[in-house]
């Protein structure tokens, strides 16, 4: 959407939401209520390699024609999901011919000309047609521009609807982009969209409905890191787990059944992801650099809870259809509202709350980049605290038998946060006990995922009746009495494994 000089590399950084059809014509109006805008035709074919190393790489090469110019576009991935590298090349009238070489002496562009070279050329993959209206904007923070783009992408006899809203910096600081983006999503119901039209342009070309569910990277933090830089890159680690599979279960939710094949997991890995980020806000909160979380916390708790209502479904469904299935006994037929059909994740995540929390998330993660606290002293703040979350959770090693199932539960969620929080900070220590130490936490997190997996199916069976919750409730009782001890075991053998927080300094 950028109007930047012929040739000059720039970072452009824009957030973009999808439109409900129903919304479209009212947000077209609104656009152009007292203001002056333009309606401009964008008419882009892609390219990639045969092999689709471009696309493999976050990287895409256009040709546009805009109106009546045209120009060539590399865009490539940046610090975060709304930044991207982007090197405009104006060619005027009649359509060029690609040349990557056009982006030569850019680091992208030198990229590019690698990948192309190893890969065999260029061929066009998929091409858009859209219709944009644009406006700008004076907002008090800085200049941004609105965009509602209408159209298509196409490839060979493959079509994918475009009915999307961005808003861009023009000049001045990034919070204008989100403060604008609150106020047109509020009023129009849209929902945050990381992907770009050439991710989507990639997939129709390959024919790809549904694309398996992101899971979380590893995080590395540099010896001597500072608090403040520690958490940006923990808070940046988060989102890249969390956005593209809330942004796939919106999806979902408005095409087509097929598109549903890896709902169950990127339900799960969303929901991972924010218990993650629950526990970075836990493992660094009262430090210098790390914003209160009070109110996004609320809005944490609440989508938390409603995606685990799907995933409480879904594990019993993967529990318990296979022992109905081997002993001749149909499914329990759940009670109205209390079925997996019954809880929508997609309507929850494109409603308000949800996507008022990913802005705030947005908002932390720009004010994470921005110059602010060197405080040296993470190294030692995170050995303090893994070691008193270790303490909290060793010290039930002898009573866990005799603790209630509130209890055991409290505790499975007290190791979950401190395998994350050795996630986060394990890199600063002693590679070798590290990894002697999350065998035996691991090991602990999978006996007491598998017990309370057991819990939440007797929860949802109570008050059945009839041969199929019968049988599956003495079967859970069974599985469950064999699971307390192995639960024990675990937490014992944790309890026991070596502290590698003891010695600093990688091996």
């Known amino acids: 959407m950028s109007t930047d000089l012929p040739g000059t590399p720039m970072q452009e950084f824009e957030i ?12 077209e109006t609104a656009l152009q209520q007292r203001a002056t805008t333009q309606r401009i035709h964008l008419q882009a074919a892609y390219f990639d390699t045969p092999g689709r190393d471009l696309a493999r790489a976050g990287m895409a090469l256009r040709l546009r024609k805009e109106g009546r110019r045209w120009v060539q576009t590399l865009k490539a991935g940046g610090a975060d999901a709304l930044t991207r590298f982007e090197h405009n090349v104006a060619l005027g ?11 030569a002496g850019t680091a992208p562009g030198d990229r590019l000309l690698a990948l192309v070279q190893a890969g065999g050329g260029l061929v066009e993959t998929y091409r858009t047609d859209v219709w ?23 490839s060979g006899d493959r079509r994918l609807p475009v009915c999307e809203f961005e808003v861009e910096l023009v000049e001045g600081q990034a919070q204008a982009v989100l403060a604008v983006a609150e106020r047109w999503m509020n009023r129009f119901g849209l929902w945050l969209d990381v992907r770009s039209k050439a991710e989507r342009g990639d997939r129709l070309a390959q024919g790809v409905t549904s694309v398996p569910a992101t899971r979380a990277s590893a995080i590395e933090l540099p010896a001597g890191v500072g608090t403040g830089a520690a958490w940006r890159q923990v808070l940046a680690a988060a989102m890249a787990h969390l956005l593209p ?18 709902r169950v ?59 109905w299935q081997a002993h001749g006994l149909p499914p329990v037929a759940w009670k109205t509202g209390e079925g997996r059909d019954e809880v929508d994740p997609a309507a929850m995540l494109r409603g308000p709350v949800a996507q008022t929390l990913l802005l705030r998330l947005l908002r932390w ?6 110059p602010g606290c060197q405080d040296p002293a993470f190294a030692a703040r995170a050995r303090k605290r893994i ?11 002898e009573d866990f038998l005799a603790m209630e199932d509130p209890q055991r539960h409290d505790l499975r969620k007290r190791i979950k946060r401190l395998r994350y929080a050795v996630d986060f900070a394990g890199g600063l220590f002693e590679r070798r006990r590290v990894k002697a130490y999350l065998r035996a936490l691991a090991a602990a997190q999978e006996r007491f995922g598998e017990f309370n997996d057991l819990a939440v199916a007797q929860a949802l069976l109570q008050g059945y009746e009839g041969p199929s919750a019968w049988f599956a409730q003495g079967w859970l009782r069974g599985r469950r009495d064999m699971a307390l001890p192995a639960c024990q075991g675990a937490l014992q053998a944790l309890a026991q494994a070596p502290r590698f927080w003891k010695k600093a300094g990688r091996a």
């Open 16 to 27: 973009k939401y999808q439109v409900p059809p129903q919304r479209r014509a009212a947000l």
């Open 93 to 103: 009238a009649g359509r060029p011919q690609v040349d990557p070489v056009r982006h």
């Open 132 to 154: 944009r209206r644009l406006r700008r904007l004076r907002h008090r923070l800085g200049t941004v521009e609105m965009a509602l783009d209408v159209g298509e992408i196409l």
């Open 245 to 262: 599979n809330v942004c796939e279960l919106c999806e979902a939710g408005v095409q087509a059944p097929e598109a549903d094949v890896h």
């Open 265 to 323: 997991e990127q339900v799960h890995q969303a929901r991972v992801a924010l218990r993650r980020l629950r526990t970075a806000l836990r493992f660094f909160r009262g430090w210098p650099g790390v914003p209160d979380a009070t109110e996004a916390e609320v809005g944490i708790r609440e989508v938390f809870a409603h995606l685990g209502q799907a995933r409480d479904r879904d594990v019993v469904a993967a529990l318990l259809d296979p022992v």
């Open 365 to 370: 993660q720009i004010e994470a980049l921005e």
């Open 387 to 397: 070691k008193a979350w270790h303490r909290a959770v060793a010290r039930h090693a």
